[in-house]
């Protein structure tokens, strides 16, 4: 039982072992929309800040990006850059830090995709 439990918890800690930039390698999902940064920024962050994480409080940090902004929700786990290219507004969520073992409920990533496809 003790091996089962400490392979558990090693399995839920995965994410925290990921740093930032290995979490820009690995995009979970891309968008486009037509609104503009500031539209698409104002409509993402409440929804984005009235979930939870863990039990914790999500709270929406904006970082500057060039051509756009970067979304920082879970610090240093999950991101968002939008940005605009070609007249186009890009979207782009990092969320894999997030993932959970598949025996355990992970809805995170849905939630996230969820909000941002609300938005477009």
């Known amino acids: 039982m003790k091996k089962i439990m400490l392979a558990a918890v090693s399995l839920a800690l995965v994410g925290c072992g990921m740093t930032p930039r290995e979490i820009k390698n690995h995009p979970t999902k891309t968008f486009e929309s037509n609104k503009t940064q500031s539209e698409f920024v104002t409509c993402l962050v409440p929804?984005?800040?009235e979930r939870t994480f863990n039990g914790m409080p999500i709270n929406s940090v904006t970082k500057p990006l060039s051509g756009g902004v970067e979304l920082s929700t879970i610090p240093s786990i999950e991101f968002t850059d939008i940005t605009t290219k070609n007249g186009k507004l890009n979207i782009i969520y990092y969320g894999e830090a997030t993932k959970r073992p598949p025996f355990m409920k992970y809805?995170?990533?849905?939630?996230?995709?969820e909000d941002i496809e609300s938005c477009l």
């Open 107 to 113: 809805t995170r990533i849905n939630e996230a995709t």
């Open 47 to 49: 929804r984005f800040d």
